[in-house]
């Protein structure tokens, strides 16, 4: 079983409101990832991290922002929260080098934007 | 460029039924890494299998076999005697080593539904 956490598992928040998703992991992985995913749909990356003070932006263009201080610890931050910002948020971790790409992925939140 | 196609969007068997997940991959290297991952309704993800490109032996874990064919650039998933407990949605994901990033890509998924 993967040691990674997220919170909260479920959010529903107003308008403009700012909020930051946490994810952590216990497991000593370089490697950190953000998704969006709409329920049982494609998933998007977001941010992703090679580790401490790297962060990189994904494929998917995201008015969220990111930071890495520590090798466990990578938060996910939307300033000012938007209805269309309603979604699930993944998080998941892995080590880093060839053929250890495995990512072990956070239960998740679910964002409600209103 | 790496790219996965999923092209069964949803499957629906009865329970006990087998069932073949395709997965179709692009890529241009020749050291790369394939994934299946299953996502239940909970929504967490869950690692399934790994295989590397030199690898090309199949496997089987229990009710759960997967065929890797590098002429056809497949990777499918097979499930025998599906029960209940399998309905999630599938991705399959490519990881390559393009300049050492292994940023995996995954499909658009596969809903896998089984009715009693």
């Known amino acids: 079983e993967a040691d990674i956490y997220q919170t909260p598992r479920y959010l529903v928040i107003g308008t403009g409101k700012k909020i930051t998703l946490e994810c952590s992991q216990t497991?000593?992985?370089?490697?950190m990832y953000w998704y969006q995913q709409d329920p049982g749909m494609e998933l998007h990356l977001i941010h992703y991290?090679?580790?401490?003070?790297?962060?990189e932006k994904g494929d998917l263009s995201s008015e969220s922002t990111v930071s890495r201080i520590r090798t466990e610890h990578f938060p996910l931050t939307l300033e000012s929260a938007r209805p269309s910002h309603t979604s699930q948020y993944l998080c998941?971790?892995?080590?880093?080098?060839?053929?250890?790409?495995?990512?072990?992925f956070g239960p998740g939140t679910r964002l409600l934007v209103l | 460029a790496q790219k996965v196609t999923q092209a069964q969007t949803e499957i629906s068997v009865v329970e006990k039924e087998d069932v073949t997940l395709d997965c179709v991959y692009e890529?241009?290297?020749?050291?790369?890494?394939l994934f299946w991952y299953k996502q239940p309704p909970s929504g967490e993800l869950v690692f399934l299998i790994r295989?590397?490109?030199?690898?090309?032996q199949n496997e089987i874990s229990g009710r759960y076999s997967w065929n890797f064919q590098k002429s056809t650039s497949s990777f499918n998933f097979t499930i025998t005697a599906s029960q209940v407990v399998d309905s999630a949605v599938y991705f399959c994901?490519?990881?390559?080593?393009?300049?050492?990033?292994?940023?995996?890509?995954f499909g658009r998924g596969t809903s896998l539904i089984v009715h009693p």
């Open positions: 295989r590397n490109s030199f690898d090309e």
């Open positions: 991290s090679y580790g401490v003070n790297s962060t």
């Open positions: 994901a490519l990881s390559e080593a393009a300049g050492g990033s292994y940023i995996p890509t």
């Open positions: 890529t241009r290297d020749t050291t790369y890494y």
């Open positions: 497991m000593g992985h370089d490697k």
């Open positions: 998941a971790s892995s080590l880093q080098g060839a053929g250890q790409e495995t990512q072990y």
